[in-house]
């Protein structure tokens, strides 16, 4: 059961299956979870990201949190689900794009030096692709792309169980794709802080609208998205305008991905997919506008069923993976 201070366990299944520690490191959440193989979470710390703290304050969460669940559940290894471009071979972040601090910086090794325990690391939205094709709304189709718009825009690749790996840094970068001469990319469109923005302006010009009212009273630091459910909900003209423009720009951008990979299913995950059947549906009926004839009518679009566990859960399988294939 909930922890007030964000700790909920659970009691395991499988008491033969060796222990893990997944970890996710995102724009505005930590989480670290022990569990097994299978994607089961046993054991789960969440908390808040300060993005003020930069890197320095996850480190100091991270270095409280993980020693303890070490002690307690003796993990094999641990799996991480990193916010940007990484080095999986090496597991060195790559850049931070969302919290300042972690560029160049030396993570699965800071990480073994604090637990004893081998950490692998991964970008987070592969990490997501992973426990989504393997335990969750993938689960069957070959190949499998993800795509989550959260605070940030990702995307990853599994193919034969595996997750897809380019030449270091990085893969798969669907929100930096540029969509745009110019060159804005996908996360200047359909990312949750641009969709924020476009919910303050939409309230600056209809201080009297719905989604007005329903942030009425409430701080406006971040987050406004959260007003869009309930106003496409109620059927606001002006909720249903902003969902369009972000599916055909998530659409628009999954097209170029479709054309260079060509996936079963695609499995559309973040905290804007908690919007649910409104936006997944319009995303499908945009996509094959953008799509070559033979490739009509595109690749189903799930919504996740892990959501907000599929990145831990996928750390889970990485952690179990890559320790298998240790020499």
């Known amino acids: 059961m909930p922890h007030p201070s964000g700790h ?20 505005t959440k930590l989480q670290i979870a022990a569990g097994n193989a299978n994607g089961q979470i046993l054991d789960r710390r969440r908390f808040h990201i300060d993005r003020s703290a930069g890197a320095e304050g996850i480190k100091e969460r991270l270095a409280e949190a993980l020693p303890e669940l070490v002690l307690e559940w003796h993990p094999a290894a641990i799996g991480v689900g990193y916010g940007g471009p990484v080095d999986w071979r090496t597991g060195r972040i790559a850049r931070s794009y969302h919290i300042e601090g972690w560029s160049g ?7 073994q030096e604090r637990t004893g325990v081998p950490a ?42 595996r997750i897809y790996h380019g030449a270091p840094p990085g893969e798969v970068e669907l929100g930096h794709l540029r969509l745009t001469r110019e060159g804005a990319i996908t996360e200047d469109f359909c990312s949750g802080w641009s969709v924020d923005r476009m919910v303050l302006e939409a309230v600056a010009r209809e201080p009297d609208g719905f989604l007005a009212k329903t942030l009425s009273g409430a701080a406006t630091s971040g987050g406004e998205a959260r ?101």
């Open 120 to 161: 692998f690391i991964e970008n987070d939205a592969n990490t997501a692709a992973l426990g989504e094709a393997l335990f969750g709304a993938g689960r069957g189709a070959e190949p499998v792309l993800w795509m989550n718009a959260g605070s940030g825009v990702g995307g990853g690749l599994v193919v034969n169980g």
């Open 227 to 327: 007003a869009l459910a309930p106003a496409i909900a109620a059927g606001d003209a002006t909720a249903l305008s902003i969902l369009q423009s972000v599916a055909e720009a998530l659409a628009y951008a999954l097209s170029h991905a479709v054309h260079l990979l060509h996936p079963e299913v695609v499995v559309f995950g973040g905290g804007l997919a908690l919007i649910g059947e409104p936006l997944r549906s319009r995303i499908a009926a945009a996509l094959p506008r953008w799509l070559m004839d033979t490739f009509h009518p595109g690749p189903e679009i799930r919504l996740a069923l892990l959501m907000e566990d599929a990145v831990l859960a996928g750390s889970l399988a990485v952690a179990a993976g890559r320790l298998a294939e240790r020499p």
């Open 8 to 27: 909920t366990k659970v009691e395991t299944s499988d008491a033969a299956a060796p222990y893990l520690l997944g970890v996710e490191i995102g724009g």
């Open 105 to 111: 910086f030396p993570l699965g090794e800071w990480i």
